[in-house]
């Protein structure tokens, strides 16, 4: 019985150590593998090679449309209007020179024919005392030694009869152009805001009767930022620029810059330039309406940067930008932004031709580290440094 127990216990001792000394057998037997794979840590990274080029910079300004003139319109002469333009209401386009009411003509024309009497009275005047002075004259010849005064010779008579035709011809001019006041025309291609008359009325001379505004122009006040004044061109006067109505319409004109307004705002510290567009209403040209009142997003042309380089904004991190060096290592480059426009920033130093960027970084990079470039594809269309001038 006692060696039952004893055998009991042993046993699976023995066992055990015996299973453990088989395992270590066939370990110390076993071939090892014919390849061992090792785990590859250096990052991948996709590059661009830079190069310095000129680019012309897009600068942008905001404003409202205005028009460049104003005129309050009023009537020259007084009488009832008898009739008026179809397009003389509030809202209407008139083009130069077209009529836009008429003032009853009777007492005008009367006055011109009055006035065209008094001439031919004053002329036929004139004509009988030239007659009267050459019989005077004659009379003064026949006796030379008997002395004559000048009103004898009618000198003073003649001097009046030509200054009553003088005065004829005056009253008979003011009389012409009364009668043309009676038609009253746009002075240039208008737009009407306000008008006060309607058939029937009877106005009076120097009654306001319109309010006309110029749309052979639009102008508009745009002011600079500091920040632009340094790249704006050198001569402004007459650059061209584009104008786009940030309303729902979306209309775009071709406009230019007519000029400096001179001045600096003293509470923005910001000078302005003068926009011109012709022809705003599209009376002449047919182009969509750029209204008054509108407000304007204006681009044009500033000053060009020689030898910068152009890389998107997502790559310059506190001014700093990731290059791989000739020992395929990450080395940062602190850069000069010269200028930020939209998407990209222009560097002005701290790279140089053929650098390559690092257009993918590591997570985590570092200077130093060492990295792997990734072979470019044929079709691969990645991020890419644009070296092409900036139109």
């Not at 005047?125 to 004559?148: F, H, Q, S, T, W």
């Not at 930020?340 to 002005?348: D, P, T």
């Not at 390559?356 to 792997?372: A, D, L, N």
């Amino acid at each position: 019985m006692k060696v039952k127990k004893i055998a009991r216990v042993v046993l699976p001792i023995v066992i055990v150590f015996a299973g453990i000394g088989i395992n270590k057998a066939i370990v110390a037997t076993a071939s090892p593998p014919d390849n061992e794979i090792t785990a590859d840590i250096v990052p991948t990274v996709s590059v661009e090679s830079v190069i310095a080029s000129d680019y012309q910079l897009l600068l942008s300004a905001h404003g409202a449309v205005e028009p460049i003139e104003i005129t309050q319109l009023s009537a020259k002469v007084s009488g009832e209007v008898v009739s008026w333009h179809e397009s003389f209401v509030e809202g209407g386009l008139i083009k130069s020179g077209e009529r836009l009411f008429s003032i009853d003509k009777d007492v005008y024309e009367a006055a011109v024919l009055q006035a065209e009497a008094n001439l031919i009275s004053a002329n036929a005047g004139l004509i009988e005392e030239e007659a009267m002075a050459d019989v005077a004259r004659d009379e003064a010849k026949r006796n030379p030694n008997k002395k004559y005064t000048d009103l004898f010779l009618r000198k003073p008579q003649l001097l009046s009869a030509k200054a009553s035709v003088k005065s004829a011809e005056a009253q008979l001019k003011a009389a012409k152009k009364d009668l043309a006041n009676c038609e009253v025309y746009a002075p240039f291609d208008s737009l009407v805001v306000a008008r006060d008359i309607g058939v029937g009325q009877f106005l009076v001379a120097g009654t306001s009767v319109a309010v006309l505004y110029n749309i052979e122009s639009a102008k508009i006040v745009a002011p600079i930022a500091g920040f632009d004044s340094a790249f704006l061109p050198e001569d402004l006067s007459g650059v061209e620029v584009t104008v786009s109505d940030q309303s729902l319409n979306g209309v775009t004109r071709e406009g230019f810059i007519k000029h400096d307004l001179g001045v600096i705002d003293e509470d923005t510290r910001m000078s302005s330039l003068v926009i011109e567009v012709t022809d705003p209403y599209g009376i002449q040209n047919s182009e969509p309406a750029l209204k008054f009142g509108s407000y304007a997003n204006i681009t044009f042309p500033g000053k060009t940067l020689h030898q910068v380089y152009r890389l998107p904004q997502e790559l310059v991190n506190n001014r700093t930008v990731w290059v791989v060096n000739e020992s395929s290592q990450l080395e940062s480059r602190k850069v000069q932004v010269i200028r930020e426009q939209g998407e990209f920033f222009f560097i002005g130093s701290g790279l140089f031709d053929d650098d390559r960027v690092v257009i993918t970084p590591p997570e985590y990079p570092q200077r130093g580290m060492s990295v792997k470039i990734q072979p470019k594809d044929k079709d691969e269309v990645g991020a890419q440094v644009s070296t092409s001038n900036v139109r």
